[in-house]
């Protein structure tokens, strides 16, 4: 036996886990003999009927998102969004049928999209109840791997509309993931649900694949799709149990082993941060993080357990949009028994007031237990003055939005860019 071998075989002996999955987390799920579909658990679940109309609207179109993602290479537009991120082809195919549904909608009024953040009103006929907020296609960075992505919605009412509402304002929230599968968590009125797509009520695959029911036009060799793409022309229409609710009424535990740290370059600065990840690692918590917001955090309502930080610093300041990533899947895992943070007061993040559609904010959420972690080893539970600090932030954060009604007209990109860098200044300056 060689030396290398013999140093094998002793590891092997010494190491009673090597070899074993001791640290990840299977599926204990079990095929049912039969699943409800979406419009089953709406009737049941949903009781208010416009909210129901508006949550078939947005399972209608992550629908074709899926299918349009099928056929869809990943290229650069060559253009830019209003927050200078480049636009993929992926991302221009995704925002367009979500703008597509939203006009097709008779119960939504306003639109704003990540991709160009304005509140659009879409209502022609004057009866729509609905703002909707929405990231088209999150995980741009990633999506030319072909890992997972998704896109992330929030439903407001018109009584609030978005600006000067709260996250806790959402009537509904709805999240996709494509994956080798799609799957969609939905918050309804008794908590969150999650529907699979392109199954059938007995479970298994549906036998009628389907084609995106709005068209999309073919801009050249961008890798956008056409109504007559050969692809897609040859599927032929939606059935009505494509949508199966294949998990009830979420509950996250308040405990969890599961970790997703992002934007580690802040914990150079924070050194509660940096304590937090080791606290994580000499507990040999197990690390499950992308780069992808949806994929990270989807994972705890499937493992029922785990907690995602982004906290924020002057260096490195939160990226996460407020309106179309934080407040819809902080009314998600709410509701879902978990718990949030600002990363900031360590209050609520559907307690954070909408002051500009493209606010930032810093976000932990999950597992209640290590959310308090969080606040606690970040040191935003122990302050005397926190309702000071809070009210500093509001005005922060109002001034922020004041200079970007001022200057976006006027300095487009820039003086978006500018904004942005504002209000992650003011943020960590009041904190």
């Known amino acids: 036996m060689s030396t290398a071998q013999q140093k094998q075989e002793q590891f092997q002996k010494k190491d009673s886990s090597f070899g074993a999955s001791c640290t990840s987390f299977y599926t204990t799920e079990e095929k049912k003999d039969s699943y409800e579909t979406l419009d089953d658990v709406l009737l049941e679940k949903c009781a208010d009927e416009k909210i129901r109309a508006v949550i078939q609207d947005l399972m209608q179109v992550c629908a074709d998102i899926t299918e349009a993602l099928r056929v869809a290479l990943v290229t650069v537009e060559g253009s830019t969004n209003d927050f200078g991120d480049s636009q993929l082809s992926v991302d221009v195919i995704a925002d367009k049928l979500l703008w597509d549904a939203v006009k097709k909608s008779p119960v939504i009024r306003e639109g704003a999209s990540e991709e160009d953040p304005i509140v659009r009103n879409v209502d022609e006929g004057g009866e729509g109840e609905f703002t909707v907020c929405w990231d088209p296609l999150d ?29 806790r304002d959402q009537v509904t929230s709805v999240v ?8 969609v968590l939905v918050a309804l009125d008794d908590g969150t649900y999650e529907f699979t797509y392109g199954c059938n ?35 032929s229409s939606i059935k009505d149990d494509t949508w199966i609710c294949s998990r009830h009424a979420i509950r996250i535990k308040p405990t969890s082993k599961i970790f997703s740290p992002a934007n580690l370059r802040a914990s150079q600065e924070l050194t509660g941060y940096r304590n937090l990840v080791d606290h994580y690692m000499v507990n040999r918590y197990t690390l499950r993080y992308t780069g992808g917001l949806v994929p990270d955090v989807y994972q705890q309502f499937t493992k029922r357990q785990g907690v995602f930080c982004n906290p924020t610093s002057e260096k490195s300041p939160a990226k996460l949009r407020l309106a179309f990533e934080a407040a819809p899947f902080g009314l998600l895992v709410e509701k879902s028994g978990g718990k949030t943070s600002d990363g900031i007061t360590g209050g609520s993040i559907l307690d954070v007031q909408i002051n500009a559609v493209d606010q930032r904010t810093a976000l932990c959420l999950g597992s209640t237990n290590e959310v308090d972690r969080f606040n606690e080893m970040l040191g935003l539970t122990d302050s005397d003055n926190s309702d000071t600090k809070a009210d500093a932030i509001a005005e922060a954060r109002a001034l922020a939005a004041s200079l970007q009604s001022k200057v976006v007209a006027e300095g487009g990109t820039l003086a978006a860019n500018m904004k942005s860098k504002f209000t992650a200044f003011t943020d960590r300056f009041v904190k």
């Not at 960075?141 to 609030?160: C, E, F, L, R, Y």
């Not at 996709?176 to 799957?183: D, E, H």
């Not at 709005?214 to 599927?235: C, D, F, P, Q």
């Open 139 to 167: 995980g741009s960075s990633i999506v030319d791997n072909n890992w997972a992505v998704g896109t992330m919605i929030g439903v407001w009412p018109k009584k609030t509309g978005l600006i000067g509402a709260t996250g």
């Open 176 to 183: 996709a993931l494509y994956g080798p599968r799609t799957t």
């Open 201 to 235: 009520s007995d479970g298994n695959t549906s036998s009628t694949p389907r084609r995106p029911s709005m068209g999309i036009i073919s801009e050249g060799n961008t890798g956008i799709i056409s109504e007559g793409n050969a692809s897609l022309a040859s599927m």
